[in-house]
Each structure stands twice: as structure tokens, then as C-alpha cells.
């Protein structure tokens, strides 16, 4: 029998700022999924990540099943109706839609869903990002499924040897969903050549090349910005990515994140900071809202889900929390220049194009 895994995450609504949703709203949203999922779901997680609730799901009804994305739809909507009685800041802040149209997607939430045969010991890891894009999952994706300097699997366990399929989406093409698969190692310049560019070209799925229908990694790639059509607040994507024996194993994967790589998003949305490794819901910061991520593993028997292990929470990952910090404040020395602030035409507000275009058509032109 095939399990889907499904993990959909929106902000809606942070206490006294963009920090992390209320108890109230939590307990709104958990309650909903287990009263209204419980015929529809054979298990399910609720828990944050900044400021936004992921809930995170087994079944047996394929990806893209319209009553499990209508199910926590429902719910954000519940929860958004709290987060206004409380005055909650950015209540419903990712419901970009008025009404639910049959597929979450599109809709603002993140999604990331995968269907597979499970192994008679599935294991699996959820990574949860705030306050930054889908692209800051490209570094570690191409380390962990294409790089034997940091996944040693590759070369050791014979069912990676044949390496990976990226499959890759061009978030600025709105009509439909554009696509390339690449392989992993023959195709290794070009998949590096289109990560670089992280803000436009995005990890979206990954596959096994030995058995080409086992699905491995799903990332959601929603762009709020596209969907609005302005700032609505950063896309804060997740990925779910199946580990161990003929994947990266679970130390492989998590070693990945280690760089506190610098990433798009911040304070407003409109900076360069690296992505900090913490806890398992763990507050946003305020020194600028660092961007952050989380991340769980845990096992699963016939969609049956075991406790999660917190995977950055051991001593190794204080040091690299340490690393990131100085790497936050190195970059936030150079104040409100590049890199620091992204360029113009990523900048989350209007305000200093508005600025720029004004003082340009102020400018004069000196012939002597
Ligand atoms: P979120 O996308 O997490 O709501 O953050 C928005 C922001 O601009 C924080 O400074
Ligand atoms: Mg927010
Ligand atoms: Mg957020």
C-alpha cells in the first residue's frame, strides 16, 4: 500500500511581530486536524517554525488529494479567526485566497508531498525553514545528493552509486509549471549553474537514478511574491527528504546545513544572512529575524509515525549557531549595502525603488 506524506505550512499570524504564532492559534489549528482529519489521515504532527504552523501528514490518498489540502486550509482559516480575536500581527498573513479552489497550491501555503512504497524501515527528515525562499534548500541539496566531498554515500553504498535526479523549477515562468531534469553526476555544471541563481531557479523534487520511482526529496517552491504580486511576507519553504541505505543517511543530510549559508530573506524580507540551524519550534530572532531552519527525523510503519529526534539541538549545532551569528553580524557591518541589502529588483518593498525611480528622473546631465 502506498503511504503520502504531506507537509503544508502557512504563517498566520505571529505574537508581537513576525515571531511565532500563538498557543491559542496552535491548539486551534492542532484540534481541527485531529477532529476533522480523523477518518481522512492515519497520523499527523502539528508544530512551528517562526512564525509558521506546519502540519505535517500521513495517508493513503495520493498527493494533490483535494479534501487533505481543504482539511488544513480549514484550518488556517480557524486558526486565522483567533489570530485576529487576538490581534495577532499579519492574522491569515499566507491565505492569499478568499476561498478554497480544490488544490492548496497556488493559494499561499507551502506544500511538500511525497508517495512511496514504504521500506520496512522508512525514515524520514522534515526540514522547516522561516524567514527566507526556497532556494536557500539548493546548497544542501546538491551537497548531500551530488557532491561525494560532503556525501560519502555516493561513493560507498552501492544503491547511490548511480547518483540523482534534480528536477528543478523556474519560479518566474507563472503560466505553468516549468521544469528540468537533470541527472546527477553527467549533468553536475548544469544543475550547479541553474542553483547559483537561487532566487529563480529552485530544488523541487529529487529522484533515486537505480529505481527512478522512488521519489527522495519534495521542497515547496511557492513564491508568495508571485502569487500577491507584491510583499506579503517571505515564502519560509520545507521539504520532506526520505534517508538511509540507498538515500543519504540521516547524518549525511543533516551535515548539509552545517555552512550557515548565506540566504535571501531577513529582516523584511530584504537581506542576505545565513540560515541559522535551531530547535524544533523555536521562536523567530529578533536580532533581524535571521533566517532559520529546523529539522526532525523520525521512523514510520504503515503511516504510522514514531516520536521525532530534534536534530539540531545537540552541542555540535551550538557551535554552528555560533558560526552563523558572527556570519550575521560580519555581513550586517556592511549596513544597508550590497550584498547586505539585496538588489533592487529582490527587495521585498517598494520603497527605495519608488526612491531610486524618483531621484532618477532628478538626475541631470552634465556634457562638460
Ligand atoms: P515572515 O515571512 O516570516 O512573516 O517574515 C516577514 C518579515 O518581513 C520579517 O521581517
Ligand atoms: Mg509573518
Ligand atoms: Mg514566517
Same mark, same amino acid.
Given at each position: 500500500?502506498?503511504? =503520502? ?6 504563517d498566520i499570524?505571529?505574537? +508581537?511581530? #513576525?515571531?511565532?504564532?500563538?498557543? &491559542?492559534?496552535?491548539?486551534t ?9 480523523q ?24 498527493? &494533490? #488529494?483535494?479534501?487533505?489540502?481543504q ?8 486558526? =486565522?479567526e ?9 492574522a491569515?498573513q ?7 479552489? +480544490? ?5 499561499g501555503?507551502?506544500v ?8 520496512p ?12 525562499e ?7 541539496? *546538491? ?12 561513493l ?33 555544471y ?47 519553504p ?6 538511509q ?23 523584511r524580507g ?15 530572532s529578533?536580532? *533581524? ?16 509515525? =514514531?516520536?521525532?529526534v ?6 555540535f ?8 551569528a ?5 555581513m550586517?557591518?556592511?549596513g ?29 546631465? &552634465?556634457?562638460?
Amino acid at each position: 500500500m502506498k503511504i =503520502t506524506l504531506s507537509l503544508i505550512k502557512a504563517d498566520i499570524g505571529g505574537v +508581537g511581530g #513576525h515571531t511565532k504564532p500563538s498557543e &491559542k492559534v496552535l491548539e486551534t489549528v492542532r484540534a481541527f486536524i485531529e477532529a476533522k482529519g480523523q477518518y481522512l489521515l492515519t497520523d499527523h504532527r502539528v508544530f512551528y517554525t517562526g512564525d509558521d504552523i506546519a502540519v505535517l501528514m500521513t495517508h493513503t490518498n495520493g498527493p &494533490k #488529494h483535494e479534501k487533505i489540502h481543504q482539511l488544513v486550509w480549514d484550518a488556517f482559516v480557524a486558526g =486565522t479567526e483567533v489570530a485576529k480575536s487576538q490581534g495577532l500581527y499579519g492574522a491569515g498573513q499566507d491565505l492569499l485566497k478568499d476561498a478554497f479552489t +480544490g488544490n492548496i497550491q497556488g493559494m499561499g501555503p507551502g506544500v511538500a508531498e511525497i508517495e512511496f512504497e514504504e521500506r520496512p524501515n522508512e525514515s524520514v527528515m522534515v526540514f522547516t525553514m522561516d524567514k527566507t525562499e526556497p532556494g536557500a534548500f539548493n546548497l544542501p541539496m *546538491y551537497l548531500a545528493f551530488a557532491d561525494p566531498m560532503w556525501s560519502p554515500g555516493l561513493l560507498v553504498a552501492p544503491e547511490m552509486n548511480k547518483g540523482f535526479t534534480f528536477e528543478i523549477i523556474d519560479t518566474e515562468y507563472l503560466e505553468a509549471d516549468k521544469v528540468i531534469r537533470l541527472n546527477a553526476p553527467e549533468d553536475l555544471y548544469d544543475i550547479a549553474a541553474l542553483l547559483r541563481e537561487t532566487r529563480r531557479y529552485v530544488v523541487r523534487s529529487i529522484y533515486s537514478r537505480k529505481y527512478p520511482d522512488q521519489h527522495v526529496v519534495s521542497v515547496a517552491t511557492t513564491r508568495l511574491k508571485h502569487i500577491a504580486g507584491k510583499y506579503v511576507g517571505k515564502d519560509d519553504p520545507v521539504a520532506l527528504v526520505r534517508v538511509q541505505k540507498m538515500f543519504p543517511a540521516t547524518e549525511e543530510m543533516g551535515a548539509c546545513f552545517r555552512n550557515a549559508h548565506y540566504v535571501g530573506g531577513d529582516c523584511r524580507g530584504s537581506h542576505q544572512q545565513p540560515l541559522m540551524p535551531v530547535p524544533i519550534n523555536s521562536p523567530a530572532s529578533v536580532h *533581524y529575524c535571521i533566517p532559520i531552519v529546523q529539522g526532525i527525523t523520525f521512523s514510520m510503519r504503515n503511516g504510522k509515525m =514514531t516520536e521525532w529526534v530534534d536534530v539540531f539541538v545537540d552541542p555540535f549545532w551550538d557551535y554552528v549557531r555560533q558560526k552563523a551569528a558572527e556570519k550575521s553580524i560580519a555581513m550586517r557591518e556592511q549596513g544597508f549595502t550590497e550584498p547586505s541589502m539585496l538588489p533592487r529588483e529582490e527587495l521585498e518593498y517598494g520603497g527605495i525603488v519608488e526612491r531610486l525611480n524618483r531621484l532618477d528622473s532628478t538626475f541631470e546631465l &552634465k556634457h562638460d
